[in-house]
């Protein structure tokens, strides 16, 4: 198959995704609802819901299920976001210790109605679950690149600070909202490692939105040369007709080349298929830094 091949645009099996249930995935939803929690593992429609709550595994997402941002490929409510919960960070770190969880994932909406766009109330919500015995991943917003709010999220310690890239450069313009960009959030993850050198970061890439391999690859090698270190890769799946369509359905093997193409590069964990989302075997991944062989500036 060509490098740069058109892929198929008949729905695969992959898309069937067993429905959520079991008595873990139960006490996880108990657990969360009972304390009035968002998670991206709903509002986004992750497609793995089943396997990570049925594992007593979620991603948190904070400040609210409104975001002020547009991106045309997301499910999450965009508008104008309530008032932050003070209480929140509190919630989040109750809400982990009846789970006992030991890894967790956190992530957010864009709250650009605010003045420092979350960035404290984000890294408060670190530090509470932090106390809490529990180790932290962010996946963070863009913070429109103000490296003074980055420093809040470095400086309160999360294990893995994690930033999407989200698509190729090409289709930055008509994937991501106007207030986000290819260059900007490149800029977030260089920062991250320029401001603290040990810092574990980690990106992603949909496939599926009509990007080539070639772009692909350039944009891995972008991520590489500013010392991400985990890389995720997943195929785009429309959430509803409301966002853009779906312009290719990708087969296995794509993401199976891309993922050796990726370890080439130096990445030391990439997670590459179908169903993979940003937090999709987060721990797993962070813990492949005990066999970090990856070269470059930055490690």
Known sequence: MNINSV?????????KVKLPSGNTYLKVKEAIKGRELVTV???ARCPNVAECWGSGT???MVMGPVCTRGCRFCSV????????????PEKVAMAVRQMKLSYVVITSVDRDDLPDFGA?????????????????EVLIPDFQGRKDLINIIVEAAPTVIGHNIETVRRLTPKIRDPRAGYEQSLSVLKYIKDKNRDSITKSSIMLGLGETDDEVIATMRDLRAIGVNILTIGQYLRPSRMQVA???YSPVERFERLKDVAYDMGFSYVASGPLVRSSY???EAWLSRFNDNS???YD
């Open 77 to 88: 409510t965009h508008g104008k976001p309530a008032p932050l919960d003070p209480l929140e």
């Open 120 to 136: 404290n109330h984000f890294s408060n919500v670190i530090r509470e679950v932090k106390r809490v015995g529990a180790k932290v």
């Open 58 to 60: 979620a991603t948190f």
């Open 295 to 297: 070269g470059g500036e």
């Open 7 to 15: 892929y198929l645009f008949v729905k695969p099996e992959y898309v």
């Open 246 to 248: 779906v312009a290719e």
């Open 281 to 283: 075997r987060a721990l």
């Open 41 to 43: 593992c709903e509002e």
